[in-house]
């Protein structure tokens, strides 16, 4: 059936056209320099992804700037229903980020707080304008190596396969599931494989998997299989939250062993490219 | 109110440990997201008539009061009855009224969810009046005695071999594990009953302002039988199913069929415009339409929860969720399960009876990625939890508002909000957490019940940027 028989010449609520259309994806060209968001769980749970993206950054020719009083997103607060805590904490980091360089950040999930989520926090507030000018600096760190810094990577590693998890937010909001495809398949050693229904929610979802920890357990055991019936040596993720879950979830689960070693898509990456050995700068 | 007891964590506690039932769930969902996909093989297309479909709905809503009478007024000059009702009771009211008049004993039904909304077969059945569904899975839903576990397909949670034997136990007929011949014996006892009714009880899918039209989407023949057979035809819909012209419909329809079972069409498209004229062989003498608000305009109110309303009831959202899935839709303890349900039920019944549905989703976006109207799902459940946090309830309009807004957690985010409002206070708690690594709990439930923890860092990631740029300074200098 021709969709165009149902297309009407004018909108019919012109209002609603935009908000309803996905907006075309642009990038800009490669920058002198670029903000790094570290993210929460990255600074405090895992550095070394953080301290690759920033080596692989300055390794495509950026310059990193890594503002010391960044935070934490405030997704946590506003997912969890505090709208005023996480806009408080949402605006300290709309501060700290003065000249008009890209934001990125190692996460794709907290990328989406503040790209798809910022202006909703700050509609209605003084801060709304200010939420949407800060919301279209942000990018995907994978991404932004993809995409904008065009990186060209060598690969130095063994043989390997691995299965990449592609995170809700990085897929959903900001539409980034590609990115790390892309990245891994400049690695010539490296063989992807897909896991079944790469699509499903891994079952992390923040206070979810603590709120509601029988329905998250049995989602992330079934991201686990999935997971594990690859093969793969390892799996990666670009999101700290799916890692955590997904890699807490197949350390507990005896029969998901090979799945033991997950780690960030960063951190493989850099290592595979010799650009860090033992967690330490080469 | 809610269908079963307990909360909602009891119930799907034990509905995630039923490992039937998540398999029914699992192949059925499967299936069905698989049928929407090849439906819908054109993305682009797809996404036009997604965009298109939500432009028919809002400009419905936008005109909703308009609208409404207008319907109202076409309906009447052809002879419909058109009652309003504010809640459930006044609905039952309405429609016992009208069988009392009729001298009614036996209502035939067709598929409805706002009957369902409003319990009817319980409350006509307290005065005497036996509603028998005639949509096969209502049928079985009810033989069983249990409600619609799935708003398109009601009895979802039931394979063949559970039904086979349910059909055997109430209705007598042979116990074959076979669909076709169930289906046909099925057929033969509804039959009987068609001809037998008084009264035809239908939903609406959409109600068309410009012409007075009620359109009724169905694949079983049981709605044209219902709605033309028994001499009393009632329908009833929610104040939102209006839309305003009549070729608003067919984006509408072809979304639906699409969205909710991967059919191009469905077998059937009913076109009600009221009662049988003078000189008309057949279709009921009277005709009634009850428009129930129940909560909508609640929602109404507000420009954000008004995209609730936009929805067509495909429940793809459903058919898409990792968590309905996973439990079911009997566990959400309401009339409408799943993604939808949890963003609908809490205007419905408060959220103080519902406070625990929006909080149960990992916010993955699934149900927005595939709703034909683009209804922002996810974000409706962070406004439904704002409304159960909110600090100032008389503010609000929410039924329920600030519900539950109490005990330590607004102090832990407040005390959260205090640590991550300045650099200076961060890392003073960040260089604690990480000098005080080794002190890290190995168990902390209930994440750790099936999870380990991840290891906290010796150095943050900001105490080694710091170290990294003194290092390049010095570098620098030197």
């Not at chain 1, 980034?176 to 495809?181: A, C, L, Q, R």
């Not at chain 2, 929610?238 to 419909?249: A, F």
């Not at chain 2, 996973?326 to 519902?354: C, N, Q, S, V, W």
């Amino acid at each position: 059936m021709p969709v165009h028989h149902f297309i009407p010449e004018e909108p019919l609520v012109e209002s609603l056209t935009d908000a309803l259309s996905t907006p075309l994806k642009l990038y800009p060209t490669k920058p002198e320099k670029v903000y790094v968001f570290g993210t929460c769980l990255v600074d405090l749970f895992y550095p070394e992804a953080g301290m690759s993206g920033v080596v692989l950054l300055e390794h495509a020719g950026v310059e990193v700037l890594f503002p010391q009083d960044q935070t934490c997103c405030g997704q946590p607060a506003y997912t969890s229903g505090y709208k005023e805590e996480a806009r408080l904490v949402a605006l300290a980091q709309m501060s700290i980020f003065g000249e008009d360089y890209p934001i990125v950040v190692p996460s794709g999930s907290c990328g989406g707080m503040m790209k798809t989520h910022y202006p909703r926090l700050f509609e209605g507030t003084e801060h709304h304008q200010q939420a949407l000018d800060f919301s279209e600096r942000i990018y995907e760190l994978t991404d932004f190596l993809v995409h904008v810094c065009d990186l060209s990577l060598e690969d130095k590693g063994e043989r390997t396969k691995i299965a990449l998890h592609t995170s809700c937010s990085s897929r959903r909001e900001m539409k980034t599931t590609d990115s790390g495809k892309l990245l891994l398949g400049q690695l010539k050693n490296v063989a992807l494989v897909e896991p079944k229904k790469v699509t499903e929610c891994c079952g992390f979802g923040g206070a979810f998997s603590v709120r509601h920890s029988e329905i998250s357990s049995a989602m992330v055991k079934d991201k686990v299989m999935h997971l594990s019936n690859t093969k793969a040596d390892a799996f990666l993720s670009s999101d700290c939250g799916c890692l955590m879950n997904i890699k807490g979830a197949a350390e507990k689960d005896k029969s998901a062993l090979t799945l033991r070693r997950g780690e960030h898509l960063l951190s493989f990456v850099a290592r595979r490219a010799g650009l860090i050995a033992d967690g330490v700068e080469v | 109110m809610s269908t079963t007891t307990g909360s909602f964590q009891q119930r799907s506690d034990v509905a995630i440990q039923d490992k039937k039932l998540r398999a029914n769930f699992l192949s059925a969902m499967d299936g069905l997201m698989e049928k929407r996909d090849l439906a819908f093989d054109d993305k682009t297309q797809l996404e036009a008539l997604r965009i298109l479909g939500a432009q028919v709905r809002q400009n419905a809503l936008v005109k909703l009061p308009e609208l409404l009478v207008e319907l109202e007024t076409k309906l009447t000059q052809r002879g419909v009855q058109v009652h309003w009702a504010q809640t459930p009771d006044e609905a039952v009211d309405i429609i016992q009224s009208i069988t009392l008049k009729e001298k009614a004993q036996k209502i035939i039904k067709g598929k409805s969810m706002v009957s369902e909304e409003i319990h009817l077969n319980d409350k006509m059945e307290q005065v005497g009046v036996t509603c028998l569904e005639s949509d096969l899975g209502e049928y079985i839903v009810q033989l069983a005695k249990e409600t619609p576990s799935h708003i398109v397909m009601p009895a979802i949670h039931k394979n063949t071999a559970e039904i086979a034997d349910l059909l055997h136990e109430k209705t007598g007929i042979e116990r074959k594990e076979d669909a076709l011949y169930m289906t046909e014996q099925a057929r033969q006892q509804l039959r009987k009953n068609f001809m037998e009714a008084d009264i035809g009880l239908s939903g609406v899918n959409f109600a068309v302002a410009e012409t007075g039209t009620l359109c009724l989407v169905e694949n079983e023949g049981n709605g044209r039988l219902t709605t033309t057979v028994p001499k009393t035809h009632i329908a009833i819909m929610g104040i939102e199913k209006v839309v305003e012209k009549l070729e608003d419909t067919a984006p509408l329809l072809s979304l639906l069929t699409r969205s909710a079972t991967g059919q191009p069409i469905t077998t059937y498209f009913n076109m009600i415009s009221g009662p049988r004229k003078e000189n008309e062989l057949d279709g009921p003498e009277t005709v009634h339409l009850v428009l129930l608000d129940h909560g909508r305009t609640q929602m109404y109110q507000d420009d954000e929860l008004l995209d609730t309303l936009r929805c067509i009831r495909c429940a793809a959202c459903m058919n898409h969720c990792p968590v309905y899935t996973r439990i079911g839709g009997h566990a959400y303890g309401f009339t409408y399960p799943g993604p939808i349900g949890k963003i609908l039920m809490p205007h419905l019944e408060g959220l103080d009876d519902t406070q625990s549905l929006p909080t149960a989703s990992s916010l993955c976006g699934a149900c927005a990625e595939v709703c034909p109207v683009k209804i922002p799902i996810p974000d409706l459940l962070v406004r439904l939890r704002e409304e159960a946090n909110h600090p100032n309830p008389q503010d609000s309009y929410i039924k329920g508002a600030g519900i539950k807004r109490h005990g330590m957690e607004p102090v832990l985010w407040s005390m959260w909000r205090w640590w991550h409002q300045r650099g200076t206070r961060y890392h003073i708690m960040t260089s604690m957490l990480t000098k005080l690594h080794f002190l890290q709990p190995s168990k902390l439930a209930p994440w750790t019940n099936k999870r380990t923890l991840p290891k906290m860092a010796k150095k943050s990631f900001h105490q080694q940027m710091k170290a990294r740029t003194d290092r390049l300074k010095k570098g620098a200098l030197r």
